[in-house]
């Protein structure tokens, strides 16, 4: 299937070539068209050479590390897009409310309401004009206030919180809700690495990765399961190409051939630019099925521990690290029965690899002294995710890879700070000791009881015992499963409050009362009432925490920083006898020392994220240190499932697991564009990926369009109309598409066990032809 989506005779105008590598001029002469189509060439441009720099801003593109060396800023084209779309000179103000009533904005696009620019002004929703009308701050803190305070109890409100928050603006808010009286906080998390967290506490006991960046140039092996860099996280590429420069194995599992896995020419690379060449990064691509990680993990171990088997016969050393598994874990035994227990028949059909393939695997693992293992959504999105990730530790305990130098396990978080959000505060399960700690330093009772996270806050606000739902950010109705049910969810509610910088359709769903609270992106600066700048702080997936500081003027003079509004309706809510706003508002220091009283790791706060490359939060895993009920790592031993939805769906003719993934135009529910140059799709996003013999079977061509039809028996019918099909190197049986679309076929019936994500990379769908099918 070379030809793919290589621009053959014939082919539907919307497919075209796809790059020869990830990133190159490719990639600099979008960023030079992302910037001019965002209306920000100047600022945009000036901002980004400002980006992960130690004066400068966090990038809010994604959460991987900066390097320490870094003098010239780190070039990536997806943290351009992401600077662009905030640095933008188009805005969204009270005049374009009048023009437009809700009801027609919800006809629009995500692509098209963000593309109107920046929000300026508080916004009011008049449900007799139907719009948005504007209104002033005390007016909507008070009123807001008003709402909340007439819950009859604080459990009936919900707090979202999307990963961009600072911990600044994090831990307020936490403060504030928990003031408030409850723990109700759902968080995008919960539809991210919720599984990460989960296994990893149980596992290592910590909820986090365990390498630094400096850990990628000593590997001999890294693992890459279930990402896709090249789009998601391109400055991983940068450090991936590094590693396969030195002659480390690069061992990949991807349903789809992702093209920043296989080729990268690193725009910072003079030579590789120059002479358009590139370098190769996977040097084993596995096309592993859908949701089959946790099996091609098992055949691996199964392999090594058969090579084990070998060695000791011959009279060789092991390849276990049997110092580490005795001094260091528990379980050992139970784990090898289970993978005795398990066959290689069960192995290969979840998987879809061979024996072979995964005892050559092995075999790089057994001569790698060093190995890290990476992965994200294509792991963390299945109902058996938490297992999955316990199987992963399992493997790295084998050989002592964890808390070594060029060693560790390594979930690549998503947004910006999601990881320091969670570190805050932000948590509908609250350790008791932090509590604890907030009690003590404040003298009031903290509520106790576990609040709901995304799953449960949607159930509560479906069945009306939620009623108010404040958003710090993120855009939830496009985010979340079921998109239909979100919405009468939504406008269900006496009180929906969206603290934003773009409108998106989330927006345009009100309850009752309704704001849209405009605040300040973080490439802009943040000056308090005295004229002083303030600096906030996040934590990358490497635990280290560091300052950012924006540099543009900001979009509108009547915007506030996010911790700005969320002290005001505090202040309005829960009065300022116990917790002076205003104080820690103007001073944001103010609130550093109170997270440093409050939360371990912490300590000297303001002095050490001034320095340049911030500080390292404590990890105890990384220092072989376990934070688990035995004090050790510990051995999980499920068995694998039954069936993953890929095995029903070839069991089942015409049924097919879709999985919805990111293009190489979007950020998560923002679209800056509709093309996906990496993967050859080109000013279309309403598209099924298919595997070409599949497609025969569907009875379709390249390009005619099908609706997709939710095969999920839980009462509920799912349909996604007229999307167009591109034949795609899959593995059969397996379909896949872009999120936030797909999301009106993604079940909130079926979340992953322990970690309840919604299952957005195993869904069960079939196709029909539409009823103007041909692409003609
Ligand atoms: N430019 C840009 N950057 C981003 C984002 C963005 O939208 N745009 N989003 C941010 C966020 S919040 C996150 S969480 C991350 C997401 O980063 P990723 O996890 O890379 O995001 P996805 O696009 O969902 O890609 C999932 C990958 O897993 C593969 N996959 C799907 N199912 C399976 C499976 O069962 N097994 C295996 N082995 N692979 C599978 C898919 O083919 C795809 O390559 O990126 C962050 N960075
Ligand atoms: N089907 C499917 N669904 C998924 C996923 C999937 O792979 N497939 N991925 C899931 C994942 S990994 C995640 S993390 C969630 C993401 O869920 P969210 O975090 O809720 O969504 P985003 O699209 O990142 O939010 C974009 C909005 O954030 C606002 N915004 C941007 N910058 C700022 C800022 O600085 N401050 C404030 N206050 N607001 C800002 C803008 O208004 C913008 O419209 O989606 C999940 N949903
Ligand atoms: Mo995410």
């Not at 991210?192 to 967290?197: D, K, N, T």
């Not at 120059?274 to 859908?290: D, L």
């Not at 706060?605 to 004090?631: C, D, K, M």
Request: proline content about 5%; some cysteine; overall charge neutral.
């Amino acid at each position: 299937m070379a030809n793919v989506g290589e621009g053959a005779m014939g082919k539907p105008e919307f497919i075209g070539k796809k790059s020869k590598a990830a990133g190159g001029w490719g990639a600099l002469k979008s960023c030079g068209k992302k910037l001019l189509a965002s209306g920000a060439p100047l600022s945009g441009a000036a901002a980004m050479l400002k980006a992960n720099q130690p004066d400068g801003f966090d990038c809010p593109g994604c959460a991987w590390g900066d390097p320490e060396h870094g003098s010239s800023f780190e070039f990536c084209e997806n943290g351009v897009k992401a600077v662009a779309w905030e640095s933008t000179d188009k805005r969204v103000k009270p005049d374009f409310f009048k023009k437009h009533t809700v009801s027609e904005l919800r006809t629009w696009t995500d692509y098209d309401l963000e593309r109107e620019g920046r929000l300026t002004h508080p916004m009011r929703y008049n449900a007799a004009s139907d719009r948005y009308v504007q209104a002033g701050w005390d007016e909507a803190f008070g009123e807001i206030a008003g709402v909340l305070n007439s819950l009859d109890s604080p459990d009936r409100a919900e707090f979202y919180t999307s990963g961009r928050a600072s911990n600044e603006a994090a831990f307020i808010y936490q403060l504030f809700v928990r003031l408030y009286g409850t723990n109700n906080f759902p968080d995008c998390s919960n539809m991210c690495h919720e599984a990460s967290g989960v296994a990893l506490d149980q596992a290592v006991g910590i909820g986090k990765g365990t390498v630094m960046l400096e850990d990628f140039e000593k590997a001999d092996a890294i693992f890459v399961i279930g990402q896709n860099p090249g789009t998601n996280h391109p400055r991983m590429l940068g450090d991936l190409r590094r590693a396969a420069l030195r002659g480390a194995r690069i061992a990949v599992f991807n349903p789809v051939r992702e093209k920043g896995l296989e080729r990268f020419a690193d725009p910072q690379d003079k030579l590789e630019m120059i002479t358009g060449g590139s370098t190769p990064i996977a040097s084993e691509y596995f096309q592993v099925r859908v949701g089959g990680d946790m099996a091609a993990v098992r055949g691996m171990a199964k392999a090594v521990f058969a090579a084990d088997d070998a060695a000791r016969a011959a009279g060789r050393p092991s390849v276990l690290d049997h110092n580490f598994l005795k001094q260091h874990t528990s379980g050992f035994e139970f784990y090898k029965a289970s993978v005795d227990a398990t066959t290689w028949d069960q192995i290969e059909n979840q998987s879809g690899l061979s024996r072979a393939q995964l005892e050559e695997l092995a075999q790089i693992y057994i001569g790698s002294n060093r190995t890290i293992c990476t992965w994200a959504m294509g792991v963390t999105q299945h109902r058996h995710s938490v297992a999955t990730i316990r199987e992963i530790a399992n493997f790295m305990f084998l050989r002592g890879n964890i808390g070594r130098p060029g060693t560790g396990l390594c979930p690549v978080r998503g947004h910006s700070n999601v990881q320091g959000d969670r570190t805050v505060g932000i948590n509908e399960k609250p350790p008791r000791q932090f509590l604890d700690a907030l009690e003590k330093e404040l003298g009031v009772p903290m509520p106790r009881r576990n609040g709901h996270n995304v799953l449960a806050a949607i159930g509560a606000m479906l069945d009306g015992s939620a009623q108010a739902f404040i958003a710090l950010g993120g855009n939830f109705a496009r985010a979340t499963p079921d998109s239909p049910l979100i919405a009468k969810a939504l406008m269900n509610q006496k009180l929906t409050v969206n603290i934003a910088t773009k409108l998106n359709h989330s927006h345009l769903l009100p309850g009752k009362v309704s704001y849209i609270l405009p605040c300040l992106g973080r490439t802009e600066i943040d000056r308090n009432a005295d004229g002083v700048a303030q600096i906030v702080t996040v934590e990358d997936s490497m635990s280290m925490v560091h300052g950012s500081g924006g540099i543009n003027r900001p979009a509108s003079p009547e915007l506030r920083s996010e911790i700005g509004i969320i002290a005001g309706i505090a202040e309005a809510t829960v009065g300022s006898a116990t917790v002076d706003w205003k104080s820690l508002a103007h001073h944001y220091d103010r609130i550093r020392d109170l997270i440093a009283r409050t939360i371990p790791g912490f300590h000297d706060y303001n002095e050490r994220v001034r320095r340049p490359r911030g500080f390292r939060l404590p990890n105890g895993a990384a220092e072989r240190i376990w934070h688990t009920p035995s004090q050790k790592a510990t051995f999980a031993s499920s068995e694998l499932p039954d069936q993953t939805e890929h095995q029903l769906a070839i069991a089942e003719q015409g049924t097919f697991v879709l999985q919805t993934f990111r293009s190489h135009d979007q950020y998560n529910t923002t679209v800056y564009g509709l093309d996906d140059r990496y993967r050859g799709v080109y000013g279309e996003r309403r598209v099924v990926f298919v595997n070409p013999t599949d497609l025969e079977e569907i009875g379709a061509e390249a390009g005619d369009r099908v609706d997709i039809i939710g095969r999920h028996d839980d009462g509920v019918e799912r349909i996604a109309e007229s999307f167009r099909v591109v034949p795609y190197e899959l593995p059969r049986g397996s379909v896949a598409g872009y999120y936030p679309e797909l999301n009106v076929l993604v079940p909130l019936s079926i979340a992953g066990a322990e970690s309840d994500t919604p299952t957005s990379k195993s869904v069960l769908v079939s196709f029909r032809l539409s009823e103007q099918a041909k692409a003609a």
